[in-house]
Nanobody
C-alpha cells in the first residue's frame, strides 16, 4: 500500500510560481512511476506530468511544457511539480498518483494510488 499526501498549493498571481510536493509512504516508492493530474472547475481530471521510477524520463501534457517540471527525490520519498509562469487556466485541484508499473501513463487507469489533492488558484 502507498499513501500519498500533497502540499504546496495556494493562491498566486498570473506569472508567478509554486512548487507542489507529494510525500509518499512505503519503502517501495522508489520503484513506482509517479504522476501529477489536475481537475479544473467543471472539467474531468486530466494528466499533467509523469516521471519514471529512476527519474530519468518524464512526460508532460503540451499545455505545460516549458513551464512545469516534475522531479523526484527517492531518498525523501517525495515527488515535486515546479510550476512557473502560471496562468489563470492552471487553476485546479492537483493530485499526485503512483503507478506500480512506472509506465509514464497519461490516463487515470494507469495509476494505482492517489493523494487527496491540493488546490492551486491563479489570479489574473
Amino acid at each position: 500500500q502507498v499513501q500519498l499526501v500533497e502540499s504546496g498549493g495556494g493562491l498566486v498571481q498570473a506569472g508567478g510560481s509554486l512548487r507542489l510536493s507529494c510525500a509518499a509512504s512505503g519503502r517501495i516508492f522508489s520503484s513506482y512511476g509517479m504522476g501529477w493530474f489536475r481537475q479544473r472547475p467543471g472539467k474531468e481530471r486530466e494528466f499533467v506530468a509523469a516521471i519514471r521510477w529512476s527519474g530519468g524520463t518524464t512526460n508532460y501534457v503540451d499545455s505545460v511544457k516549458g513551464r512545469f517540471t516534475i522531479s523526484r527525490d527517492n531518498a525523501k520519498n517525495t515527488v515535486y511539480l515546479q510550476m512557473n509562469s502560471l496562468k489563470p487556466e492552471d487553476t485546479a485541484v492537483y493530485y499526485c498518483a503512483a503507478d506500480r508499473d512506472s509506465e509514464l501513463g497519461v490516463t487515470m487507469e494507469s495509476y494505482h494510488y492517489w493523494g487527496q489533492g491540493t488546490q492551486v488558484t491563479v489570479s489574473s
